[in-house]
């Protein structure tokens, strides 16, 4: 370990965070010496954002209260777990005392990190965040390797929120006519190109940045990481569920698929493969809300993908997809506001009546929420409310919304208050 390298690079990497122009995130992420907070989330989310956002906005913190070491950097290349912790002292020898704050991104690259962030940990005198690339590092096993002392948040593609303020979009209470229709244009663009911050500026682009992404997520998160060597299933299976975001996904139709075409692949191998993409959070599926805990775990699942420009990379039916593609968003802006005691399903009767989501905070349903583009067909109108309705009795919960492209307003109908909101308006929270 060169001192005077590292001492260099202490003061330098601080000073490339404050020339930077770090637009707020509105995640509320935890201070704690408590617990060490790790950032998971898909590929290219913005996790290292996120530390830089903690540092010049959230918590504004001084560059003597802070240390931040990028494990990708070149000159922490030959670093090991032991020399961790010799960085506090060169920082102490800089500052004239220790950190408060370590920041440590890409720690997955330092061979045995986990013991150097415990041994930091067990001090109590810093509050920690890591972060690590999800083709070495899944989010349970930080949680394995830090044995449960983490207080983890995931860090999903950017909100329509935190998107219309990298366009630098004033948010207010009131819009008048004109930034109204900006907002819907802005809106428009979200679900089409999606929010990933490498394309908000540039979504010329989206088509490549998508294709590179679907490939790192499968050669890195998924085949080298597992070593698998039948490429073609897990090609196969993200195709799969690009088709069939927002709709049930069936293993077993996948496996019959194959099978059909004489390829073999065990359901076994199936439901591994699943769990991979998972894990490197590609893809969320949502579960049928069950009194029964087991019901509802065998139930046959929703799939929605990280990100709606992922499905627009491999669709041209944009205007086709575009309820389904307003219901993906607003799946993820749950993911995003979802609490530790709060859970989503989504509900369906034995006669295909189905709500999109169900919120539960612990024991108690909080609200059913449909997704409706347009309330102005009669017939997709009456479907939509009749299956709230069912669910509203069946599950004993009165706030029932639905969320649509354009539409606002309240009414009754049987008794029970439906409120109307435009998607636009509920992203904006």
């Not at 060597?229 to 996904?249: G, M, R, Y």
């Not at 009194?291 to 990379?313: A, R």
Request: hydrophobic share 40%; net charge positive; proline share 2%.
């Amino acid at each position: 370990m060169n001192k005077k390298v590292l001492s260099k690079y202490l003061i330098d990497k601080k000073e490339i965070i404050r020339n930077m122009d770090v637009f707020p995130k509105t995640i509320d992420i935890v201070k704690t010496k408590n617990f060490i907070v790790p950032l998971i989330g898909p590929r290219r989310a913005g996790k290292t954002y996120c530390l830089y956002d903690l540092i010049v906005n959230k918590l504004k913190i001084k560059d003597a209260d802070f240390l931040f070491m990028n494990f990708e950097d070149a000159e922490l290349a030959d670093i090991n777990f032991k020399e961790i912790a010799n960085i506090v002292n060169i920082h102490e020898e800089i500052y004239g005392k220790k950190p408060e704050y370590a920041f440590l991104d890409e720690v997955q690259n330092v061979q045995n990190w986990h013991k150097s962030v415990r041994s930091l940990f067990e001090t109590k005198k810093y509050y920690i965040f890591i972060s690590g690339s999800s083709s070495k590092l899944l989010s349970k096993e930080i949680v394995t390797s830090l044995r449960g002392r983490t207080l983890s948040h995931t860090i999903l593609p950017l909100s329509f929120k935190e998107f219309l303020g990298f366009k630098k979009f004033e948010l207010k209470p009131f819009y008048s006519s004109t930034e109204e229709n900006r907002i819907k244009n802005s809106l428009r663009n979200y679900l089409k190109f999606g929010g990933f911050p490498d394309i908000v500026f540039e979504n010329q682009i989206a088509d490549k940045f998508f294709r590179e992404y679907i490939d790192l997520v499968i050669f890195k998160d998924i085949v080298e990481r597992y070593k698998i060597k039948n490429v073609f299933i897990i090609k196969f299976l993200i195709k799969n569920i690009l088709a069939s975001f927002s709709k049930e996904f069936s293993v077993h139709k996948v496996f019959n698929t194959l099978k059909s075409q004489n390829i073999k692949a065990s359901k076994k191998t199936l439901y591994n493969y699943i769990s991979y993409l998972e894990d490197a959070f590609f893809v969320f599926f949502l579960r049928k809300i069950s009194f029964s805990v087991q019901d509802s775990e065998l139930s046959i699942p929703k799939c929605y993908v990280n990100d709606t420009g992922l499905i627009n990379s491999v669709s041209i039916s944009f205007s086709q997809n575009i309820g389904k593609l307003m219901e993906n968003a607003v799946f993820l802006e749950l993911e995003r506001r979802k609490k530790a005691v709060t859970n989503i399903f989504y509900w369906k009767n034995f006669t295909g009546n189905e709500v999109d989501f169900v919120v539960k905070q612990g024991l108690r349903i909080k609200q059913l929420i449909q997704v409706c583009y347009s309330v102005e067909d009669y017939e997709a109108k009456e479907r939509e409310i009749k299956a709230l309705l069912k669910a509203s009795k069946e599950l004993k919960c009165k706030d029932l919304l639905v969320i649509t492209e354009d539409y606002e307003d309240e009414e009754k109908i049987k008794g029970k208050k439906i409120k109307y909101i435009p998607l636009w308006k509920w992203l904006l929270g």
